[in-house]
């Protein structure tokens, strides 16, 4: 009777010899297309008639029997060995392909890379190709962090590129900061950002921030990390803050704010070199605000807010308006919902 071969365990040899996939790909193959797993025969003289009961007792030989329950239970053991043993090469094989995928993956990038340098792109001087980059931006005030959009989509086409945009601080003064709750979202975007700003090297600095007043240590970090080089302000609360902290802002030229506020918040902070200031949606009473507790008006050129009635502008104004003020300008706005 045929008895199938057992397969050899692959871990139990020590020395690996090291050779080329394809070597094993032709060995696997030539030995599939030339081999025959062997079954064994398992017929005998009682599987016939598999029903004992056709059988009297002096035609069975017990003897016979237990040879044929001895056998089978050496060749079940022989395949229960086989069978994690070929596990074991299958994973191996599996193995040998997921290799071979990301030689492929690695064997593409190469040929991506060097033909980069047959490109016209690649002999382009770095001042050229800084200009182009200039006009890749999006059209906006601020920028996004987005992989989608510039400046951070053209650090993911070549090194060359991503070298350059990197080394170009102008490329990235301009940011809009969503800020909620201090969660682990947060501290990546917080990292983000702190990653992107930190490429302007010290150049004026445009941000925009909308703001969901939940937790303020992360505006309040990013501001104060920025302090001197924050130069234009803009910031959205998605509902009336009771209390913001904002640290001194001493490079600040422009401020916009959108929300309901109160006098608290605008006299919470020192920003001397303001010169202009958009205040919408402001529904508090500006009679509050003294101004020996703020700076913010004292040297303002454009101011821009909402009141609900003229007097509050007035006294607003007022603020600005003193013998060591600037006068303010022809440009400021009112904007009132006066009835008439």
């Given at each position: ?335 009132s919902p006066l009835s008439h």
């Amino acid at each position: 009777m045929m008895q199938a071969l057992e397969l050899e365990d692959p871990t139990a040899k020590s020395d690996v010899s090291i050779i080329p996939a394809s070597d094993i790909i032709d060995a696997l193959q030539n030995i599939l297309e030339h081999s025959r797993l062997m079954i064994p025969d398992l017929e005998t003289p009682y599987s016939k008639s598999p029903n004992p009961d056709q059988y009297q007792a002096s035609q069975l030989d017990e003897q016979s029997i237990n040879a044929i329950l001895t056998e089978r239970q050496d060749q079940l053991n022989a395949v229960l060995r086989n069978i994690p043993v070929l596990d074991t090469i299958v994973d191996k094989i599996k193995n040998i392909r997921q290799q071979l995928i990301e030689e492929q993956h690695k064997i593409v990038y190469s040929m991506n890379l060097h033909q980069g340098y047959k490109s016209a792109l690649w002999r382009l001087p770095v001042e050229v190709l800084s200009q182009i980059f200039v006009h890749c931006l999006p059209e906006s005030d601020y920028l996004w962090i987005s992989r989608m959009e510039g400046p951070m989509l053209l650090t993911h086409i070549c090194r060359r590129w991503r070298e350059v945009v990197v080394n170009m601080p102008s490329l990235w003064c301009r940011l809009t900061v969503y800020v909620g709750a201090l969660t682990e979202d947060q501290r990546n975007t917080a990292f983000c950002c702190d990653s992107w700003l930190k490429r302007s090297r010290q150049r004026p600095l445009s941000l925009q921030i909308y703001y969901v007043p939940k937790d303020i240590t992360m505006m309040y970090t990013l501001l104060q990390s920025y302090a001197n080089q924050i130069s234009s302000l803009d910031i959205t609360f998605n509902q009336e803050p009771e209390h913001v902290l904002l640290p001194n802002l001493p490079a600040l030229q422009e401020l916009m704010i959108y929300c309901c506020t109160s006098h608290n918040f605008i006299r919470s902070f020192s920003c001397p070199r303001l010169r202009n200031f958009r205040l919408n949606v402001f529904v508090a009473d500006p009679t509050n605000i003294k101004r020996s507790s703020c700076d913010v008006w004292a040297h303002l050129t454009n101011l821009e807010i909402t009141v609900q009635q003229s007097r509050q502008f007035l006294h607003l104004l007022h603020q600005c308006l003193s013998p060591s003020s600037r006068p303010v300008s022809s440009a400021v706005q009112i904007y009132s919902p006066l009835s008439h």
